[in-house]
């Protein structure tokens, strides 16, 4: 079983929509990561979190140590949302271990 | 700042030969991190540096591959000899301290043919 799993693989959304990525992990953590991959492979760190809850223009992130779970909202969704986003826990070590990643598509 | 700086942005070789690819980190970081993914395997840490000292290598897979972080501004990540299984991209990241936001490069895509 993966140390860190993200649901659903793959989502596909109408503009507008509310739309919500979840991560559950099973280790012990510092912090955790939200990271965007648009298609062309680079990597944007969105949010990092390690308690509560954080926001970024649509972008909402909230973590809930208790629970091992974090999810990552997207309000108003619009089709530059399109891409991979992944979830990555930081072990105490400092180590980065990644979920597989949500492919999420914003049909206009 | 630039950012975090990755060269060769991409490389196609011939199994057997010798790759280096080189990463340089945001100014005053003082962790960096080599990544591979693959579309099997995902993202995975290969190896972290915390100011300048190898800290975790456990992801490297094999003696095949190598890693130096000789200063604070630059580090390698060498394989040799390459084989096609290789080929995937490897991101250099790197980030202040322990816990903060981390800065991913925009990747070398190496293909081993």
């Known amino acids: 079983k993966n140390e860190v799993e993200q649901s659903p693989q793959n989502l596909t959304a109408q503009e507008g929509e509310f739309i919500t990525i979840n991560c559950s992990y099973s280790v012990g953590i510092s912090a955790l990561h939200w990271l965007q991959q648009h298609p062309g492979g680079g990597i944007v760190s969105l949010f990092m979190l390690s308690s509560g809850k954080k926001k970024h223009g649509r972008l909402i992130a909230t973590i809930n140590i208790q629970e091992k779970h974090s999810s990552l909202h997207i309000t108003a969704s619009h089709p530059r949302d399109s891409a991979v986003y992944i979830c990555?826990?930081?072990?105490?070590?400092?180590?980065?271990?990644f979920g597989t990643g949500t492919l999420l598509a914003v049909q206009p | 700042d630039a950012g975090v700086i990755q060269s060769p942005r991409h490389e196609v070789t011939e199994m057997g030969q010798e790759v280096t690819l080189r990463c340089k980190p945001i100014s005053g970081h003082n962790s960096l991190f080599w990544y591979r993914q693959t579309m099997m395997r995902g993202l995975e840490l290969l190896i972290y540096?915390?100011?300048?000292?190898?800290?975790?290598d456990s992801g490297m897979p094999e003696d095949r591959f190598s890693a130096k972080m000789p200063n604070a501004s630059f580090s390698t990540l060498k394989i040799q000899p390459s084989e096609p299984r290789d080929s995937a991209v490897y991101f250099c990241?790197?980030?202040?301290?322990?816990?903060?936001?981390?800065?991913f490069g925009e990747g070398s895509w190496l293909t081993v043919v």
């Open positions: 990555a826990v930081v072990k105490a070590t400092n180590k980065l271990i």
């Open positions: 540096f915390n100011n300048n000292v190898p800290i975790d």
């Open positions: 990241a790197s980030s202040a301290s322990s816990g903060n936001t981390i800065y």
